[in-house]
């Protein structure tokens, strides 16, 4: 048998195995997992379709931006694969459990990347079709089309996704077996490159004196015109499906062999660099020595910041902080979704949006505080959540310690707070300034990402004490049980019901809806009750924990 | 067989190996000793090929591991200290996977399952999911799958770590047979009793260099000590403990403060 086809055999083994798991669980834990997930994929749908009918609503420029939507949001969505595919095939190719058992086994090398980068395609999916397939339903119910048009997207996609996420893989493979010697000399020479077309793209611009329609036009068009560049991927996989859609089948066809085809080329170059590079990338990767130098500075500046705050908590906290940095893992995630945040909030003057009307500036700040609070809710499930279970088999070195689990779970909550309450409200105060809105509504939503810091770090720490497992040592696992699913439930929850209370009276008041007297008067009692509430979030999960911590038997 | 010449490795500035050169002959039982740091993981991972050396080579059964990887890799029986096995199999789907990996016959799997669970005393878990299985009886299907092949060499690190007094038996006199059967057993401990009892040949590393190789009796007379394994071992690393050797008796034991 073919060693791919034995490794698919053990998943598929692994695969249905997947229903003994899932009848242990409680039918609750498992019910409210689906409803969570389709409550997420129904109100994608309804957010597509509103903003669908938004557009039409606009008119001419809303027309000409519907028709090249499909081809921008598959551009979007292959930069979003790529990125993923970088981080899934790092993880899958490099640092995944099995690697040992599959390395020494008489498995070829070029079979064993491809078998890892079918496993990364898979682990990358799952948010594609959870964006992709609520689009595509709620573009075929707007624009009236066919209900094959979800199938013909999915026709596309399949190809589209193994495609964009082999760029990642390939470039993982590319960098790992070539890994800079002088890394830290690079990256500080592409960082200040970063830097300067930062200082390029921000430069002050005039409010010109457009209307809506011919600024819209004039800043959207490019980026439309790039999206629909007949040489990219995502332009055969839009109009592909779109010739479908119209029944031009013939071209329809075409276009997925071109397609097809460029990912076969795809799949056959990684096969091809798995062959010739993965082994020398391995040892490359771990015959790495860590810089001891820079560590030890480093450490001794930590310590000397985190002095204050006394021996135990500064040796808590300063274990957590080089914990996170030597994970690659955790601080790319990181720095790839806050860098980009943070590289597109410096660029609103470039797109002008600061020339923009009031009533659309004050959409794009709200627009930026909930994408700001989503990328926090995610990091918070996916890397403060699961910090005390894996904790794991040390459990017990701050378990037993002098430190007590109430110090232990505060210290936590504060290393985390520290650090996304910091990014949040510079990255708000970096959007606002940007935008040039009004000192109030500067303050209310900075004041917004704070609360938005402090509840979903106190919802992250407290659930993760309440749902501990010590057993687990597969942070994925942690995340996606039942007590990860809930904790990213009620972040979301907890982000649109503190955000929407004081974007809708602000929207009104641009609109000329209410007056600013009304407008006052609203926030001086949703400030107030988002107080209460924020400060209900982060201590009542917090104090779970800590119950449940002192409670438990270990 | 498993020939290891001028074999050595850095990490940066540390030299883990340094000009190992040694032969384990077919059916030999060979113990591989040595303190935290020495080398012997390294040698190990060389050994299998997860590492690959700076210098040297490895041979198994006359293939050159760097240059016929797969062909050495069929002879190979490797369990690292920390084996990892997929939770979510049971044992049986565990042991075909592995069988169809090295390409054995499906009988032959069939007939691990039947004889081997059951010797293993597993035969009671074989509908339950490796994840749900202690850790003494994951060690145990380790052992089961990494046989499963019929490897003619055996290379175990650690190999007694986390087992039951009745498992460390069975596996003591399971490697004697597979050594007596003709299979080169290459094998790292820290417990010198297990070395000194089933090891035909030791080798001790200190700092990445081989100090001591020969059969147990023989460093003994070689280093006129009359006590155990472990006084051989204490004297020839005393320096990796920065120990002093007793006044006076540089070939006795290192005095432990």
């Given at each position: 048998?073919?060693?791919?086809?034995?490794?698919?055999?053990?998943?598929?083994?692994?695969?249905?195995?997947?229903?003994?798991?899932?009848?242990?669980?409680?039918?609750?834990?498992?019910?409210?997992?689906l409803?969570?997930?389709?409550?997420?994929?129904?109100?994608?749908?309804?957010?597509?379709?509103?903003?669908?009918?938004?557009?039409?609503?606009?008119?001419?420029?809303?027309?000409?931006?519907?028709?090249?939507?499909?081809?921008?949001?598959?551009?979007?969505?292959?930069?979003?694969?790529?990125?993923?595919g970088?981080?899934t095939?790092y993880?899958?190719?490099?640092?995944?459990?099995?690697?040992?058992?599959?390395?020494?086994?008489?498995?070829?090398?070029?079979?064993?990347?491809?078998?890892?980068?079918?496993?990364?395609?898979?682990?990358?999916?799952w948010?594609?079709?959870?964006?992709?397939?609520?689009?595509?339903?709620?573009?075929?119910?707007?624009?009236?089309?066919?209900?094959?048009?979800?199938g013909w997207?999915?026709?596309?996609?399949?190809?589209?996704?193994?495609?964009?996420?082999?760029?990642?893989?390939?470039?993982?493979l590319?960098f790992?077996?070539?890994?800079p010697?002088?890394?830290?000399?690079?990256?500080?020479?592409?960082?200040l490159?970063?830097?300067?077309?930062?200082?390029?793209y921000?430069?002050?611009?005039?409010?010109?004196?457009?209307?809506?329609?011919?600024?819209?036009?004039?800043?959207?068009?490019p980026g439309?015109?790039?999206?629909?560049?007949?040489l990219?991927?995502?332009?055969?996989a839009?109009?592909?499906?779109?010739?479908?859609?119209?029944?031009?089948?013939?071209r329809?066809?075409?276009?997925?062999?071109?397609?097809?085809?460029?990912?076969?080329?795809?799949?056959?170059?990684?096969?091809?660099?798995?062959?010739?590079?993965?082994?020398?990338?391995?040892?490359?990767?771990?015959?790495?020595?860590?810089?001891?130098?820079?560590?030890?500075?480093?450490g001794?500046?930590?310590?000397?910041?985190?002095?204050?705050?006394?021996t135990?908590?500064?040796?808590?906290?300063?274990?957590?902080?080089?914990?996170?940095?030597?994970?690659?893992?955790?601080?790319?995630?990181?720095?790839?979704f806050?860098?980009?945040?943070?590289?597109y909030?410096?660029?609103l003057?470039?797109?002008?949006?600061?020339?923009?009307?009031d009533?659309?500036?004050?959409?794009?700040?709200?627009?930026?505080?909930?994408?700001?609070?989503?990328?926090l809710?995610?990091?918070?499930?996916?890397f403060?959540?699961?910090?005390?279970?894996?904790?794991?088999?040390?459990f017990?070195?701050?378990?037993?310690?002098?430190?007590?689990?109430?110090?232990?779970l505060?210290?936590?909550?504060?290393t985390?707070?520290?650090?996304?309450?910091?990014?949040?409200?510079?990255?708000?105060?970096?959007?606002?300034?940007?935008?040039?809105?009004?000192?109030?509504?500067?303050?209310?939503?900075?004041?917004?990402?704070?609360?938005?810091a402090?509840?979903?770090?106190?919802?992250?720490?407290g659930?993760?004490?309440?749902?501990?497992?010590?057993k687990?040592?597969?942070?994925?696992?942690?995340?996606?049980?039942?007590?990860?699913t809930?904790?990213?439930a009620?972040?979301l929850?907890?982000?649109?019901?503190?955000i929407?209370?004081?974007?809708?009276?602000?929207?009104?008041?641009?609109?000329?809806?209410?007056?600013?007297?009304?407008?006052?008067?609203?926030?001086?009692?949703?400030?107030?009750?988002?107080?209460?509430?924020?400060?209900?979030?982060?201590?009542?999960?917090?104090?779970?924990?800590?119950r449940?911590?002192?409670?438990?038997?270990? | 067989?498993?020939?290891?010449?001028?074999?050595s490795?850095?990490?940066g500035s540390?030299?883990?190996?340094?000009?190992?050169?040694?032969?384990?002959?077919?059916?030999?039982?060979?113990?591989?000793?040595?303190p935290?740091g020495?080398g012997?993981?390294?040698?190990?991972?060389?050994?299998?090929?997860l590492?690959?050396?700076?210098?040297?080579?490895?041979?198994?059964c006359?293939?050159?591991?760097?240059?016929?990887?797969?062909?050495?890799?069929?002879?190979?029986g490797?369990?690292?200290?920390?084996?990892?096995?997929?939770?979510?199999?049971?044992?049986?789907?565990?042991?075909?996977?592995?069988?169809?990996?090295?390409?054995?016959?499906?009988?032959?799997?069939?007939?691990?399952?039947?004889?081997?669970?059951?010797?293993?005393?597993?035969?009671?878990?074989?509908r339950a999911?490796?994840?749900?299985?202690?850790?003494?009886?994951?060690?145990r299907?380790?052992?089961?799958?990494?046989?499963?092949?019929?490897?003619?060499?055996?290379?175990?690190?650690e190999?007694?770590?986390?087992?039951?007094?009745y498992?460390?038996?069975?596996?003591?006199?399971?490697?004697?047979?597979?050594?007596?059967s003709?299979?080169t057993?290459?094998l790292?401990?820290?417990i010198?009793?297990?070395?000194?009892?089933?090891?035909?040949?030791?080798?001790?590393?200190?700092?990445?260099?081989?100090?001591?190789?020969?059969?147990i009796?023989?460093l003994?007379?070689?280093?006129?000590?009359k006590?155990?394994?472990?006084?051989?071992?204490?004297?020839?690393?005393?320096?990796?403990?920065?120990?002093?050797?007793?006044?006076?008796?540089?070939?006795?034991?290192?005095?432990?403060?």
């Amino acid at each position: 048998m073919h060693p791919l086809r034995v490794l698919y055999k053990k998943d598929g083994h692994m695969f249905a195995n997947l229903n003994t798991v899932l009848r242990r669980e409680s039918s609750f834990k498992v019910l409210f997992i689906l409803a969570f997930a389709l409550g997420l994929f129904f109100g994608l749908y309804a957010v597509f379709l509103s903003g669908f009918r938004f557009l039409n609503i606009l008119g001419g420029a809303g027309f000409m931006v519907t028709r090249y939507l499909f081809s921008l949001i598959f551009l979007a969505l292959g930069v979003m694969m790529v990125l993923s595919g970088i981080i899934t095939s790092y993880s899958a190719l490099f640092r995944s459990r099995d690697s040992i058992l599959l390395l020494t086994s008489p498995i070829p090398d070029s079979t064993l990347v491809l078998y890892k980068f079918t496993e990364s395609c898979l682990l990358s999916s799952w948010a594609f079709f959870f964006i992709i397939l609520p689009y595509t339903l709620a573009y075929a119910v707007h624009e009236k089309l066919s209900p094959f048009f979800v199938g013909w997207t999915l026709l596309f996609s399949i190809p589209f996704l193994i495609l964009y996420s082999g760029l990642g893989t390939i470039f993982v493979l590319l960098f790992i077996r070539w890994i800079p010697r002088h890394l830290r000399e690079w990256m500080i020479l592409l960082g200040l490159m970063v830097a300067g077309l930062i200082a390029y793209y921000v430069r002050p611009t005039a409010r010109t004196g457009f209307d809506d329609s011919q600024f819209l036009l004039s800043r959207l068009i490019p980026g439309l015109q790039w999206a629909s560049q007949p040489l990219g991927p995502n332009w055969w996989a839009a109009e592909g499906i779109m010739a479908f859609a119209r029944g031009q089948i013939g071209r329809g066809f075409l276009l997925w062999g071109v397609l097809v085809s460029n990912t076969l080329l795809v799949i056959w170059i990684i096969r091809s660099l798995g062959k010739l590079l993965f082994a020398r990338a391995c040892q490359r990767l771990w015959g790495i020595v860590p810089p001891r130098r820079r560590q030890e500075r480093l450490g001794a500046m930590l310590d000397h910041w985190l002095q204050p705050f006394g021996t135990i908590s500064r040796g808590l906290a300063l274990k957590d902080i080089r914990t996170f940095l030597r994970d690659p893992m955790q601080w790319s995630q990181s720095l790839i979704f806050f860098g980009l945040l943070g590289f597109y909030f410096a660029s609103l003057r470039t797109f002008r949006y600061n020339a923009l009307p009031d009533v659309w500036r004050n959409l794009i700040v709200f627009l930026n505080v909930f994408s700001v609070a989503a990328v926090l809710c995610s990091l918070s499930s996916r890397f403060v959540y699961p910090q005390l279970s894996l904790e794991g088999q040390a459990f017990w070195i701050i378990g037993l310690s002098p430190a007590g689990l109430r110090r232990v779970l505060l210290t936590k909550f504060f290393t985390a707070l520290a650090a996304m309450a910091t990014i949040s409200v510079a990255l708000i105060a970096l959007s606002t300034t940007m935008l040039g809105v009004a000192p109030l509504l500067k303050g209310v939503t900075v004041s917004l990402s704070l609360a938005i810091a402090l509840g979903t770090c106190g919802l992250s720490t407290g659930l993760g004490a309440v749902f501990l497992d010590l057993k687990q040592s597969n942070p994925m696992a942690i995340v996606s049980s039942f007590g990860g699913t809930l904790n990213l439930a009620l972040s979301l929850i907890f982000m649109a019901v503190v955000i929407l209370p004081c974007a809708i009276p602000f929207h009104f008041l641009n609109l000329g809806k209410i007056g600013p007297t009304t407008l006052y008067r609203t926030l001086g009692i949703v400030g107030p009750a988002i107080v209460v509430l924020t400060l209900l979030t982060t201590i009542l999960p917090l104090w779970l924990g800590l119950r449940s911590l002192q409670r438990r038997e270990y | 067989m498993i020939e290891i010449k001028n074999l050595s490795k850095s990490y940066g500035s540390v030299h883990a190996v340094i000009d190992l050169n040694l032969i384990v002959p077919r059916g030999e039982l060979f113990c591989f000793l040595g303190p935290n740091g020495a080398g012997k993981t390294t040698t190990i991972k060389m050994l299998t090929g997860l590492v690959h050396p700076d210098a040297g080579s490895v041979r198994l059964c006359g293939f050159d591991l760097a240059r016929e990887p797969l062909a050495a890799r069929r002879l190979l029986g490797y369990i690292p200290d920390l084996p990892f096995l997929y939770e979510r199999l049971t044992p049986p789907e565990f042991l075909e996977f592995v069988g169809d990996l090295y390409g054995v016959d499906r009988n032959r799997v069939n007939q691990a399952c039947d004889e081997e669970l059951t010797r293993f005393g597993l035969a009671d878990h074989r509908r339950a999911l490796v994840g749900d299985l202690s850790h003494g009886m994951r060690q145990r299907l380790i052992y089961v799958a990494t046989f499963l092949h019929d490897p003619q060499i055996l290379c175990i690190d650690e190999p007694l770590v986390g087992l039951d007094p009745y498992t460390i038996r069975m596996i003591k006199d399971l490697l004697k047979a597979k050594a007596r059967s003709g299979v080169t057993v290459f094998l790292t401990t820290h417990i010198l009793a297990v070395a000194e009892e089933i090891a035909d040949r030791v080798g001790i590393l200190s700092r990445g260099r081989l100090v001591a190789l020969g059969p147990i009796d023989e460093l003994k007379k070689r280093h006129d000590i009359k006590g155990d394994l472990e006084s051989v071992f204490l004297m020839l690393t005393a320096d990796d403990y920065g120990l002093p050797v007793s006044p006076g008796k540089e070939n006795a034991a290192p005095c432990i403060p």
